[in-house]
C-alpha cells in the first residue's frame, strides 16, 4: 500500500463493505490542513487573468485552452503544470469546470491549464475525439513548453468522470491525432483524477457507445509499465464507477510497477467533489487538499506552508 493511500481497503470487493472504511491520518498530513477559509482566501488572491491559445485546428474548428499562471509570475520562471479536463459524459461540459480549482493550484507554483475538448452535444463527436484532443493538449503544451514557461518533464493531467477517463486515456492509449509530431509525447507524468471513468469494457461505463473498440480507449484495459503516478478520487456510492473498478484499476497499477493511491469517500456519489449551488463545499475542499498532498509527494509543489 502506497504511502499515500488514504483509506484501507477492505478485502472483500464489494461496495456495501466499504461503508465503514476507515481514513489513515498520517503525521505528515498535519502541513496540509488547510481550513475552507484558508483556501477561499488563496482562490480570491489568485486573479482573473489567464493567456487563451489554440492548440489545435481542424477545418473551421478550432480548440483553445487556457493558462492560468502564479499571481506575481515575472514573465520569466517555468513552472511545473497540471492540465485539467471537464467532465460530463464526452457528450457536453464546460472548461469553467475546474476554474477553482486552477486558481487554487496557481497559489501553489503551478501554472493550470483549462482545456476544451471535442463533445458530443457541440461537436457531433465520439469519446474517441475527445481523448484524441486530450492527447493532443498535452502535446501542444509540451512542444511548446518554452514558450509557455512550463516544465515539460513536471505535466500533470486531470479531471472528473469523463475528463479523467480523457486524461488517464491520454496516458495508456494510443489514440493520437493524425498528423501530429509523435516524436513529442502526449502523456501526462502524474494523474490526478475525480470519479474517473476507468471500464469501457461491456460491463463498463459507455460501452454503449464505445462497442467493441473499447479496448482503444479503456484505461483499465491498457495499464503498462511505466504508467503515471495517480491519485483517484471517488465516492463509495457513486453510480457510475463502482469501488471494486477503481480497486482492480489500483491493483493493476501496482502489479505493473506503478503507483496508484486510492482515497474513498463514504457514502458520497457521483460528482460529490464539484462546487455546487445550495450544498457546501467540503468535498471540493477535501479533494482538493488531497491533491495537494500527492502533488507535495511528487516534487510539484513545496511542502505547505500555513503561514503563507
Known sequence: MSMYTKFVKNPVPTAAAFIGVLLIILSTRTTHAQTAEQIDE???????????????KMDTLQLELRVYYPSGDNGKSTYPAIVLFFGGGWVNGT???FEQHAKY???????????????????KSTPFESVKDAKSAIRYVRTN???????????????????????????????DETGENLTVSSRPNALVLFNPVFDNGPTGYGYERIGKRYPEISPLHNIRKGAAPSLVLLGTEDKLVPVATAELYKLKMEESGSRCDLILYPGQPHGFFNIRPKLDKKYFYETLKEADVFLTSLGYVKKFDLAR
Not at 513548453?145 to 486531470?158: F, M, N, Q, T, Y
Open 42 to 56: 488563496r482562490i480570491g488572491r489568485s486573479g482573473e487573468k489567464y493567456t487563451e491559445l489554440v492548440y489545435k
Open 95 to 97: 472548461i469553467t469546470q
Open 105 to 123: 493550484f496557481t497559489t501553489r507554483g503551478l501554472a493550470a491549464v483549462l482545456v476544451d475538448y471535442r463533445v458530443t452535444k457541440r461537436n
Open 145 to 175: 513548453s518554452s514558450k509557455l514557461r512550463i516544465d515539460p518533464d513536471k505535466i500533470a493531467a486531470g479531471g472528473g468522470s469523463a475528463g479523467a477517463h480523457v486524461a488517464a486515456a491520454a496516458d495508456l492509449t494510443a489514440l
